[in-house]
């Protein structure tokens, strides 16, 4: 539902998966992540539209291994491939796809960041990603992780971790939209009511709407004239009740460079489901 969402009507979604279950020891978030910017990318290379093909399959990987970048200890790992039938890549646009920041969009269409992202989440789960592709033949990434037997399988996080609403409403600040929607999908889950901006501003307009706002989560560096703490601020003069929640990949310490207030609550980017339950129902319930 998320990603048929986040792509439209003109992509169309196929999965196919092989005979499992297949376990890979990661952080749920982050995969999530990872596949979104993939299907994303997938999406800006297919404009007309297209088919997206999500498959996953057990492989072993040994010392005669074919893989184009074989960085990869021999074992049994779990392959997550993710192809489009869009525009492909050329061999010089394929050997910088995951350097942070290169980019072949225009400006203001991407920030470069996505790949380098998915690469960096696959070998801090001591895997690796390959890449196959070539121009008008559409694209491959296939995410290597390492397989591990089924009674090692981590806990899942459980209802008591995952604290849920309590009637409350959020109104979510975050420029990026595919990681707005899916905060905003993570939010429904938990029960809240949730309302969405792109921007300081659109913000603005939905603290003046009707609806009453109990929490306001929102992004600290964004475009436009009110970053996060400005726009925090500017919501408290008008809802002295209203609890703020930061979130942000940058550190705590960029918050004082921002100008905000000490004591800050900053929820740290990539974030997993329980941690968002459970920094919400903190700041809540202080």
């Known amino acids: 539902e998320l990603l048929q969402r986040s792509l439209g009507e003109s992509v169309i979604i196929q999965v196919k998966s092989s005979l499992g279950p297949w376990t890979a020891e990661v952080d749920p978030a982050q995969l999530e992540s990872a596949l979104l910017n993939l299907a994303v990318n997938a999406r800006d290379a297919m404009p007309k539209g297209g088919m997206l093909t999500f498959e ?10 074919t893989l184009e970048k074989p960085d990869l200890q021999p074992g049994e790992y779990v392959m997550l491939a993710v192809t489009d039938t869009g525009a492909g890549m050329p061999p010089e646009v394929i050997a910088q796809a995951f350097e ?14 996505g790949l380098s992202m998915v690469y960096g989440f696959t070998k801090q789960s001591g895997g690796d990603v390959v890449i196959e592709s070539s121009p008008r033949s559409g694209t491959t990434v296939r995410l290597y992780l390492p397989h591990v037997e089924s009674d090692s399988e981590s806990n899942p996080a459980s209802d008591d971790d995952q604290p849920l609403a309590n009637g409350e409403t959020v109104l979510v600040v975050e420029d990026d939209p595919d990681l707005l929607t899916l905060t905003a999908n993570l939010l429904s889950s938990l029960g809240y009511t949730v309302l969405e901006a792109n921007d300081g501003e659109a913000a ?26 400005a726009l925090a601020a500017d919501a408290a003069a008008r809802h002295h009740d209203m609890k703020i929640l930061y979130m942000s990949g940058y550190t705590a310490d960029a918050m004082k460079d921002e100008n905000s207030d000490d004591g800050i609550t900053l929820l740290r980017k990539p974030f997993r489901r329980a941690a968002l339950a459970q920094s919400i129902r903190t700041v809540l319930d202080p």
Do not use: A, C, H
């Open 56 to 65: 996953t399959k057990k492989v072993r990987i040994d010392g005669n291994s």
């Open 204 to 229: 603005l307009d939905l603290l003046d709407g009707p609806t009453g706002i109990d929490l306001l989560l929102t992004d600290v560096v964004m475009p436009g004239t009110l970053s996060g703490p």
């Open 100 to 113: 942070p920041f290169f980019t072949t969009k225009g400006v203001g269409e991407g920030s470069g960041l």
